[in-house]
Each structure stands twice: as C-alpha cells, then as structure tokens.
C-alpha cells in the first residue's frame, strides 16, 4: 500500500521542529549561565522535558499527515514509550552541549549515541500503529535515516554548543537560522525514515480507534506549542532573573568592597583597619605576644596639593601606596586613613626593634626615589609607632598615641620616626587644643595686632612698622607666634588668618589716618602656605582696595628661604605685587641660600639682615663686622634698603649706623607695640 501526505501538517511538523531547536539552542544559554547549581539540574530536567516534547510532537505530527487507505491508529503505551525515548534523548544532548569543552571525538560519540536515540524514538513510534502483518522497511532508504538522524544530531550538537553564551554578537539571530537548520534536519530523517517504511497489501492497523486525526494533530500541536512558548518565556525571564541577581551581587560585592577599602588607593579603609587591629588584640593577648602601629604623614603633601593641584596629589598617594605595600612584610597590613595619613600594621614582633627596622627601611627606599611607577615626585613621611601592649590596649589608644608620636617625628625634623613615650600625649593634646583654639580665634576675637617700630639708621626717625600676630585664648592665655603659626601652617588655616591679618593693618592704618597721624608703611609676614595659594595677589588686591587704603602703605615680607624654594614663581609674584604698587622685602636674609642672580632678578625694596648676624656683631669680633657690612654693600649695590632686625645693645646699633645700614628694628629702640601705643608714638614723631 502507497500512503499520501496532509501538507500543511508537514508544513506544522517543520515549524514545530524549528520551535523544538530554538528551544534548544535557548535552554543550552540558559543552563550554561547557571554552572553547577541546583537550578541547573532543575534546568536540565524541565528543558529536557519540554524540548522532549517538541521533538516527539514534530514526530507524531509527521507521522499524522501520512495516511493510508485504511484507517490508522497508534498503541498509547508504545506511543508513550517513544515519548519516554525523545525526553531522555533531549536530557543527553542538553547534558553535551552545556559542558565547559566539547571535543571532537566526544562530539562524534555524542552524535552517534543521540542520533540512534532519535532514530530509536522514530521508529518506535511506527511500532505504535501495531501494523499486521508488520510493516518491511528498505534496507537503503532505512540506512539512510539513520545516517541523516546522527549527522543532524551532530551538527544540532555542535550549533547549540557554539551558540550557548548569550552574550555572542547577533545571538538571536544565530540562532533562529540554526533552528531552521535543524528543524529541517530533524523533519527530513523523519520523512526518510517513513519514506522507508513498506506497507503490505491487505494489512490492517491493530490500534486503528477511529480518533479523528485532525482533532488529534490540532491537539498535539497547540499542546506541543504550549509547553515549547511557556518553557522559552520562562528561560528568558529566568535568565534576566538570573543577570539581575548577578547584578546585585556583584553591586552588594562592590557595596562591601568600597566599605572596607580606600577608593583612591584600594588599599583598606579606617574600618577594615580597625577590624584588623581588634583580631590582633585578641590573638596578642592569647598568645602573650606583641604587635606594632606604624602611623605615617607624608611631609610636604599639602604643598604639592596646593601648588600642583589635587590631580597631582592624588598621583603621589596612589604611587605612595603602592611603594609602601612593597616595604613593608608580606603579611602586614597597609592602610589609608584619609588624606595623606597611611597606617601599617605589623603583627607578631618579637622585639621592638623589628617595628625599628621596618621604619627605617620604609624611610630609605622612600628617599632612593627609584621606582618603576613612573611618578617622579619623591616623597617621604613621618612615621610614628606605637606597641602593643605597652603603649595600649585599644584600638584608639594605639592609633592616638602612634598619631602623637608621629607629630614628635615631624618637630624633630621630618623624614624620621618616632616610637611613643608618655610625654607625647601632653604635647598631642596641647596642639590639638591650640588648633581648635585657631578655629575659633577670628569669629571670637581672640586674635590682635602689635606693630614693633623701625627707625631710620642715619637720623633716628620713625620709618615704619612690622605688623605682628597675637593670640590671647581665654583657656590657653597668651600664645607665643612659634607655637601656634607652625600648626596654622601644617593645618591650611594661615590661608584665612592672613586674610584677617592684611584686613586689620589696613583697618588699623585708616584709624590712624583719620585721627589725623601720619601716614606709615606697615610690614606684613607672608607664609610660605599662603605663598601657594595662585590668587594671593588677587586676594590682597581686593583687601586693601575694599578697605580703602593705597596699595604703597603695605610692604610683604618674605623670607630668604621661602623664596628660593621656587624662585621662578617668587619673582612672577612679586613682579605682580609690584605692579600693583606693593613693596616686597626678604625677610631673614643670610640663611637661605640665595644666588645673586636671583637676588638681581627679586629686585626687592628690602633686604632684612637674620637677628643671627645682627647679634654676631658682639659675638664674633671681626667676622661678624665683615659679613654684615659685606650684606649691606651688596644690597646698596643692587638698589635695595637695609633693615637689621634684632638690635639690643648700644654697639650693635653703633656699628650698623657705621656701616650706613638704612633702617633699624629692635628692641633696644622699640618693642611690639599695641595699635593704641603705636598710635601714640605716631603722634610724638608728629609733634617732632
């Protein structure tokens, strides 16, 4: 017996086919992303069956548009073997496909075992019809399904497992080609296979139960599409499920990571140091053993900050952190605290002496300068330590006192270390409390002027004044300048202090003025911090106009050494001074180490020769003599006023006025005045 064919369910059987593929190719992605988890084989199983169906479905629709003159029907239970068959053979080929590596011998293997797997499926499904007598296949055409059946397994094999990640460039569309692909394969071993099927004269179909076959067909397929739609849905919203928790994950991952690590350096935080220190204290106190605080301030940072810009600064801490972690023992902690401060834990000391070592080798291979990070800038910190449990046994305790004894090293000189000693914490407290002193002092007050005189050297009159800073705290009492400009410095406040400081002379100089005295040119201190900042001039400029006074009745003073610190930008600044009409004197000239083209190119109104040399004057004879009256001769040569500072006796003052030094300031003639005392002065020199 011949049988025909219903083309549109031939048509359906394709359609499913390629739904089937697809489906596959997808399910493969989708378990690949989900490594070895229970969700996998949750997948694998779910997959399996859905893809199981589909295939079997495209077989059962295939087998349903083939009819013969006689009615046809089909064994449930061998039906639901073939079933059976195509999930089990769908599980295979998922469980091949999503593995990390698939080689070409494994894939032929592969292949071959689920292409006789589809072909058992296949023809078990024949053996449904219950034909008899027995259908008689041809040999060639029942070969030639098997071979199609196991060459389609493997290309299908090879596809999916080469469109398995997701993130491929097209993916999508890779895909449904190879499902078209497939699905054809997939149909034409079907067709082949029912193509070989010899139906004999007379038989009869021994499950023929008189099922409407288009019914059935209309049934299978909706159900087959059903499953193979609900199953890519839930793939899809699985597997943007699966990439958003991916994505919370790796935020929470990151969330944690930034909590316990520095996000310029990547170096540990405050937090994850404190953790670690606490786990140190207990494991210490177990087992009766010591540990080290090294607290570390990088010396200078503020002006490369300043002067250089916070792009620059951030450079040198990255460079610095990454120098530090190659100094210091594999299994010590490195950490920043914040700013320039950096804190390296040293657990399991058997002596002091090995947190001694540490330091010295940290400040040594600092100094070499020679680093593979291609950061030029050289720096060098100040180091401080603490010990467990001698100098505490607090977190805070220790970081406080290696803080406090750090600050010892930078008075000490910078560049150096420091271990803790009980003192410190006296003179740790005292700057602290002068620093919040500082916040305070110009919103309450407690800053104030005094004008120390200068006198002519020929005749003896009054040529002037040098404005000086005062600071009397209600707690504190009188602050001596040594001991609270240094912290203004090292804080940034003198910025703002010396704002108050140019206000106030020129406040002071209009009183004066409008009490009818004479008009006096006021000297100011500028420090080397408010040297950096680019709009000082600016700055100034707006001060004094705002405060109506003529730019000529101020003088800044600059010291030898801050000067040649960059002293192509010193003379851009004084230059911009000048122009505006500002005098600029150096200050403490003589122990700095000006060149004399530089001094040339300052061209300054002033030079004020160092209390060193003026005192040397008594104390070193002849010497002495010479090298003041040398300074003199050579500002005299350069155009430039002379001031000796720090004239206390008689013969000093007589041979400055030998050698025609031009101004005189000192004690001996005028101490630091108050603005009302020197206001009185200004009227005696009037009345002169």
């Known amino acids: ?45 779910g997959g399996a069956a859905a893809m199981g169906v589909g295939i079997w479905s495209m077989h059962f629709i295939g087998m349903l548009a083939f009819s013969l003159p006689i009615p046809l029907g089909y064994d449930l239970r061998t039906t639901g073997y073939s079933l059976a068959i195509a ?28 292409g006789f797997g589809i072909a058992g499926m296949h023809y078990t499904g024949m053996a449904a019809m219950q034909m008899q007598p027995g259908i008689h296949y ?34 999508i569309e890779k895909r449904v080609v190879a499902a078209l692909v497939m699905g054809l394969a997939i149909t034409g071993m ?12 007379g038989a009869i179909c021994g499950a023929a139960h008189g099922i409407d076959s288009e019914w059935l067909a209309t049934t299978v397929t909706l159900f087959s599409f059903a499953i193979l739609i609900v199953t890519l849905m839930m793939s899809r919203f699985d597997a943007r499920t699966t990439l958003l928790t991916g994505s919370v994950s790796r935020l929470n991952g990151q969330i944690v990571r930034m909590a316990a690590f520095d996000a310029l350096t990547d170096l540990p935080n405050r937090r994850a140091l404190t953790e670690r220190i606490v786990a140190a204290i207990g494991t210490s106190r177990r087992n009766r053993t010591r540990f080290a605080i090294l607290f570390m301030d990088l010396d200078g940072f503020k002006t490369i900050n300043d002067s250089l810009g916070h792009s620059v600064g951030d450079e040198v801490l990255k460079a610095f952190a990454q120098r530090l972690s190659r100094c210091v023992r594999g299994g010590d902690m490195v950490a920043r605290l914040g700013g320039d401060e950096f804190v390296v834990l040293l657990e399991d000391l058997a002596a002091p002496r090995e947190a001694e070592a540490v330091a010295e080798g940290v400040l040594e291979r600092m100094r070499e300068g020679a680093w593979s990070d291609g950061q030029p800038m050289q720096v060098t910190p100040s180091i401080g330590i603490s010990l467990y449990p001698d100098d505490g046994d607090t977190v805070d305790t220790l970081l406080k006192n290696a803080d406090a004894a750090m600050y010892e090293a930078k008075r000490a000189g910078r560049g150096t270390y420091r271990f803790f000693e009980a003192g410190m914490n006296e003179a740790a407290t005292r700057t602290l409390k002068i620093q919040n002193a500082l916040h305070e002092a110009l919103s309450s007050g407690h800053f104030s002027l005094h004008f120390q005189p200068k006198f002519r050297g020929d005749s003896g009159e009054l040529a002037g004044a040098e404005a000086l800073l005062r600071l009397n705290h209600p707690e504190l009492g009188l602050l001596a300048p040594m001991e609270f400009i240094p912290i203004a410095e090292r804080s940034g406040q003198i910025v703002y202090i010396g704002h108050w400081v140019v206000r106030e002379t ?33 700055t100034v400029l707006e001060i004094v106009r705002a405060e109506n006074v003529e730019c000529h009745q101020i003088m800044f003073e600059i010291t030898e050494t801050v000067a040649m610190q960059d002293a192509p930008k010193t003379i851009e600044m004084i230059h911009a001074f000048q122009n505006h009409g500002f005098e600029i004197a150096i200050d403490d000239f003589g122990t700095g180490y000006s060149s004399l083209a530089y001094l040339q190119r300052f061209r300054v109104k002033q030079l004020k020769i160092d209390r060193f040399f003026t005192n ?11 090298i003041v009256s040398a300074i003199i001769a050579l500002a005299h040569s350069l155009e430039m006023d002379v001031v000796a500072e720090g004239v206390e006796t008689p013969s000093q003052l007589a041979k400055l006025k030998t050698m025609m030094c031009d101004e005189i300031q000192g004690f001996l003639l005028g101490k630091p005045l108050t ?6 002065l200004l009227q005696h020199t009037a009345a002169a």
């Not at 086919?17 to 694998?44: E, F, K």
């Not at 469980?95 to 075992?113: S, W, Y």
Request: net charge neutral.
């Open 1 to 45: 017996m011949h049988g025909i064919y219903n083309f549109w369910l031939v048509a359906l059987s394709l359609i499913v086919a390629t739904l089937a593929s697809y489906t596959a190719l997808d399910l493969a992605g989708r378990i690949t992303l989900l490594g070895g988890t229970v969700a996998r084989h949750a997948w694998l199983a």
């Open 87 to 114: 999930i089990l053979v769908s599980w295979f080929a998922l469980f091949i496909v999503t593995q990390g590596v698939l080689r070409p011998l494994r894939l032929v293997a592969a292949g071959i075992l689920l």
């Open 138 to 171: 041809e040999p060639v055409l029942f070969g030639a399904s098997i071979a199609i059946a196991i060459v389609a397994a493997t290309a299908a094999l090879w596809i999916a497992h080469a469109l398995r990640d997701s993130k491929q460039r097209l993916v």
């Open 190 to 201: 079907h067709y082949t296979g029912v193509a070989a099927a010899e139906f004999p004269a």
């Open 506 to 538: 020129c406040r002071q100089i209009r009183r004066w003025m409008a009490e009818g005295l004479p008009a006096m040119r006021v000297a100011i201190n500028l420090s080397p911090r408010q040297l950096m900042q680019p709009d000082l001039v600016h």
């Open 616 to 626: 040397g004057l008594d104390a070193d004879g002849h010497e002495g003599d010479a």
């Open 675 to 680: 603005a009302d005392a020197f206001g009185t």
